[in-house]
């Protein structure tokens, strides 16, 4: 009977990759792998995908998945909906590996190969049920990246591809459908093409290693996070677009730049200077610092891209709007968000501003509770604060589990006076208070005026619920003046 | 005589950049450009890059450059020690304009072609000062992509390129020295071979204009702002890196994956169909919309990368730096900063949050004038706000010029007390107040003792200074009890 876990075989880079983005996603994995140190290298890219969602988002986690390792394929299959092959790309293997697992599955069971490059229809020829076969091919790292290239074989079916789609924009991916099967698919095929010309410009003493990086990282590789080159060189085209940038650089194309014929031999010459070359790149840096450092820029770059809503950063948007769904439910108070580690300042702790936006961010929720939506805002008015007083008692650090609990000291029908407690988890007392001073401003006079309809009931009612609670310490202060401050100060002078 | 001027000779898509990126660094720009519609076509630029600049840094801008156009080269050219030829890529056209530039030019004038591909041995042949010439390859958008490919052809001399190098960094640019003089140097060869591939996708109906794409930007290419094939396929390989990477991935480029043999043949079907599918793809947004999009995401990429001190985002640290650097000499309530687009909330106003950062970047100026700098922060202690109180009397907007106004109210050895006034360029009145008190706590013991050596001594002079000051009005205020509310708030439950 199906479970809910997924099924994995293979957990180098690309399944451990799986196991990370599923897990954080709070769904179980049964992983088979026999490598013996399959275990100790899951855990690194484990550890390296929690800090990166660390830090990805503020939507409220799901609690973490459950990961097992399993002796057999089959106990990795049995019970599972979803099952990924992750093997080496060698064809007997992973058909083997298919067939077995085909053989294992349940009936609503989709099977997945992760291969960049070999056709499904090879890969689904000798197995039970190929119909729920597809292949889903993740880009490093899985638990960051969104694109998953589906490509369907002669023998998948319709539905397969259906439901495969469904699934990983659930798990926030952007599934891409390769109408034509292709070796390659899109992705690698483009990929592939980029690659072959670094490797001859390195051979042909052109370029460094570093410097074929560079010369795409600085420039169009920066483009490339938001667009692809049909949308830049339409782009580049200006008002008339593509047929005007064909017209104009299409005959360019002509020319013999790129080595059109052959991939450089790869004699171990060439490959001894290609490593050498890659060591000078990285100074020293080991391959767990690089992941960091990538996952880390990743982790921004998505960020980035979710503020203007485009690309990756659009389909994180709307994972996270999921996320909320899922936490709707709790009370304000219980919603926990984790500290970035860009919130640091030189002091090593959050920034100052960063606890405001904490209390402001719950000032906003309360608000959504009350009603205050685009329409009303719109419509009929919005909240505005017109007075804040901040206490800071503690500090907050990078990767802390931070929850405010917010109360509502008074208020009538034109004002709300609020008083938020920012805690982080397992602290004895709270890192900072923040009152609030809110003034109802109505939508067409722009002046203060009375909460209208349902926000105005909301409001009046949370009021008298929260009107018993006990008035906080740190409520209805004022910076006082240090006293005698200046005589001395003159007398220092 | 050299009046430090930039001369440009085409101002369409890339001397328009250039254009820009100089003006907005403060530089002169004179321009020679024929074309009937090049001013209207530059003030397009210069709007799109105006709207990207006040989004990219915090740090002061120097007041613009001046722009006038002329009507001959060598009045473009006379008194610059910079030019740069940006008309179309034909060869005879280069060769002759930068001929009658050279002829024209100062004994120290450095003259560049934006050639994207034409060898530099080529374009100087015919020039009086073939030493004095070499291609600098920028990338579109030149005001915000910090790459410029750095190209010397045979009579180039070594120094051209020092200069070059020195001159292009300190516009906050990247220069990358091409050390083979080669058709498309690096990066065009590089993407060239990906536009091809990209074709031949489309050619064979495996995937539309917008697939390609998609299959880049929602995978791949978020990588590829951050890092180049090289890096991304050694971090790939693993603990043992790009040796590894080779053994294992290296066999597969000799499958037939990518059409290696020619270019699609571009008739006039074939052109039509890529039309009809960009159109397709923009889903009726005009140039001017998807230029400001992509402007939008690439200051958002430039910035999420500067968080990292990666890249490109390095490069923009950098060139912040100088700014900074340059903006020392100013008094702190001098210091302008413009108000990002991110900034605004869903009222149409900058979040309240972002009002404490803005005060608290003032009190960070302050604490910097004082000494506290990492040296003394590690070996001595720091000064840690402890109540902050805010109000709030107008409202910023993106693109808001704001200064912020420091006055020191009082202070101690071991406290100080300061008031900020926050206020846009133009406005009656301050926006916002925030006041602060802070203790100086000790680096060994984490309590609060009193500053050392001559940031006591600085801080005792500043509070002494200040202490004739009026105090302003919301000084000490404190947030009042909503009188009589919860009554009221009863009666209406």
Redesign the interface.
């Known amino acids: 009977m199906a479970d809910g876990a997924v099924g994995l075989l293979g957990g180098g880079?690309i399944g451990g990759g799986w196991a990370a983005r599923y897990l954080l996603n709070g769904i179980d994995v049964r992983i088979y792998d026999p490598a013996p140190d399959a275990a100790r290298r899951l855990d690194d890219v484990l550890a390296g995908a929690r800090r990166a969602f660390g830090r990805l988002t503020l939507a409220p986690l799901p609690p973490e998945g459950t990961l097992s390792f399993v002796d057999t394929v089959p106990a990795a299959v049995a019970g599972a909906l979803i099952v990924h092959e992750s093997a080496?790309?060698r064809v007997e293997l992973k058909q083997e590996l298919l067939a077995r697992a085909s053989a294992a599955s349940g009936p609503e069971t989709l099977l997945f190969s992760s291969t960049s490059?070999l056709l499904p229809s090879q890969l689904q020829a000798g197995i039970d049920h190929p119909e729920r076969f597809a292949v889903a091919h993740p880009?490093?790292p899985v638990y960051l990246?969104?694109?998953v290239?589906l490509s369907g074989g002669e023998l998948t079916g319709g539905q397969t591809l259906e439901r495969a789609s469904e699934w990983f924009a659930g798990i926030g991916m952007?599934p891409?459908r390769?109408?034509?099967e292709?070796?390659?698919?899109?992705?690698?095929?483009?990929?592939?093409?980029?690659?072959?010309?670094?490797?001859w410009?390195v051979h042909?003493?052109?370029?460094t290693?570093?410097?074929?990086?560079?010369?795409?990282?600085?420039?169009?590789?920066?483009?490339?996070?938001?667009?692809?080159?049909?949308?830049t060189?339409?782009?580049?085209g200006?008002?008339q677009?593509?047929?005007h940038f064909?017209a104009?650089?299409?005959p360019?194309?002509?020319?013999?730049?790129?080595k059109?014929?052959?991939?450089p031999e790869?004699t171990d010459e060439f490959?001894d200077r290609?490593?050498a070359?890659?060591?000078e790149?990285?100074q020293g840096r080991?391959?767990v610092e690089?992941?960091r450092?990538?996952d880390?820029?990743?982790v921004?770059?998505?960020?980035?891209?979710r503020?203007?809503d485009?690309?990756?950063g659009a389909?994180l948007a709307r994972w996270e709007r999921g996320l909320m769904g899922l936490a709707g439910a709790q009370s304000l108070a219980a919603t926990e968000r984790i500290v970035p580690a860009?919130w640091i300042d030189?002091?090593g702790h959050v920034?100052?501003?960063?606890y405001?936006?904490l209390a402001?961010d719950a000032t906003d929720a309360l608000l959504a509770r009350l009603g205050l939506g685009?329409e009303y805002?719109e419509s009929t008015g919005?909240y505005?604060?017109?007075?804040?007083?901040?206490?800071?008692i503690g500090a907050l650090h990078a990767g802390d589990h931070v929850t405010v609990a917010t109360q509502v000291?008074?208020?009538?029908?034109k004002?709300l006076?609020v008083f938020h407690e920012v805690k982080a988890r397992g602290a004895d007392g709270p890192a900072a208070t923040a009152?609030?001073?809110l003034l109802h401003v109505d939508a067409a006079s722009g002046r203060v005026g009375p909460a209208q309809g349902e926000v105005r009931?909301r409001a009046?009612?949370l009021?008298?619920?929260h009107?018993d609670l006990a008035r906080p310490a740190r409520?209805?202060?004022?910076?006082?003046?240090?006293s005698?401050?200046?005589d001395?100060?003159?007398d220092?002078?």
């Open positions: 880079v080496p790309e490059g880009f490093n990246l969104p694109l290239e952007h891409l390769v109408r034509v292709i070796d390659g698919f899109l992705a690698d095929r483009l990929l592939e093409a980029l690659w072959r010309e670094a490797l410009l042909d003493g052109v370029a290693v570093a410097e074929v990086d560079d010369a795409l990282r600085y420039g169009a590789g920066v483009r490339m996070a938001l667009m692809g080159p049909y949308l060189y339409r782009i580049a200006g008002e677009g593509m047929r064909m104009q650089f299409g360019a194309l002509k020319w013999p730049w790129t059109l014929t052959d991939v790869l490959i290609l490593a070359e890659s060591d790149q990285v080991s391959t690089l992941e450092m990538r880390d820029c990743l921004a770059l998505l960020q980035a891209l503020t203007q485009q690309g990756a389909t860009e030189y002091n920034t100052e501003s960063r405001l936006q402001a685009p805002i919005s505005y604060t017109v007075e804040t007083h901040i206490c800071h000291l008074g208020g009538d029908e004002r006076h009152e609030h001073l009931e009046l009612e009021i008298a619920e009107a409520a209805g202060r004022r910076i006082e003046p240090v005698g401050s200046v001395r100060a003159r220092a002078g």
